[in-house]
């Protein structure tokens, strides 16, 4: 049994990754089987991996059709970019005087490490370490809530990201807004820190929008403009 976990547990980290980074495209049809093959999986690894993916809405059971990937609404964008202007000002906030300066210059270094790869493969690299450098912060607050809502918005952020950018074959560019943000840490500067993450968040959301956008012109499909079931 201990082994059926643990494999389930690794079928589970590699299918979640590829949803995140939209390799398995939002809206996407996949079949139990196609999921096996695809990732060498048993039949009951598989479900108990899929199992925890529905659990967390980021597949849909299909009856008689396998399952569906699930799609990035226009509701999904406002909603995840609406909590992080306001979450993530507030963690800011409470993590002054608190924050390790030394490990976010560190983690803001790592966002602008560049590697010889494909471009998704450049823009996972970014968003993980530019998640390390937001959580970081959200951690130094000391609401263990806070944190764990945030960490679940900055992966829903990850499919966003891979959808407007990978498709526009481009990589997200913050630099000054974290610098900026280290400096008034520095300096304990409670209001401009906070001023400063919601300028962040709005900044992003400006960009990736016009990215999301640029791709819905050219592929519409990719983002269903919808509201999502009740069940959701």
């Known amino acids: 049994m201990t082994q059926t976990i643990s494999l389930s547990d690794r079928a589970y980290q590699a299918i979640r990754r590829d949803i995140l980074t939209c390799r398995m495209m939002p809206g996407a049809l996949v079949t139990e089987s196609e999921l096996m093959e695809r990732y060498l999986l048993g039949k009951s690894t598989c479900r108990l991996a899929l199992a925890r993916l529905s659990h967390e809405y980021l ?32 963690a800011a906030r409470l993590a002054v005087g ?6 976010l210059k560190q983690l803001e ?3 602008r490490v560049e590697v010889a790869a494909p471009l998704s493969t450049r ?4 968003m993980n370490a530019n998640k390390r450098f937001h959580l970081a912060i ?12 945030l960490s679940t918005l900055m992966d829903e952020m990850s499919r966003l990201v891979a959808l407007g950018f990978n498709v526009q074959q481009t990589k997200p560019e913050i630099r ?17 820190v906070e001023f400063i993450a919601r300028r962040h968040i709005e900044t992003f959301q400006a960009m990736t929008l016009e990215k999301i956008y640029a791709t819905l012109t050219t592929g519409g ?12």
């Open 109 to 111: 270094a790592d966002c």
């Open 138 to 149: 959200a951690e130094a607050a000391g609401n263990q809530h806070l944190l764990r809502t």
């Open 221 to 232: 499909t990719l983002l269903p403009i919808q509201h999502r079931s009740l069940g959701r």
């Open 176 to 192: 000054h807004d974290h610098n900026a943000m280290i400096q008034a840490f520095e300096e304990q500067a409670r209001k401009r």
């Open 59 to 90: 597949i849909e059971s299909r009856p008689r059709k396998g399952y569906r990937i699930a799609p990035i609404t226009l509701q999904d964008v406002e909603e995840i970019f609406t909590l992080r202007a306001q979450l993530e000002p507030l």
């Open 98 to 103: 608190k924050v390790d300066i030394g490990l």
């Open 123 to 126: 823009i996972d690299i970014f």
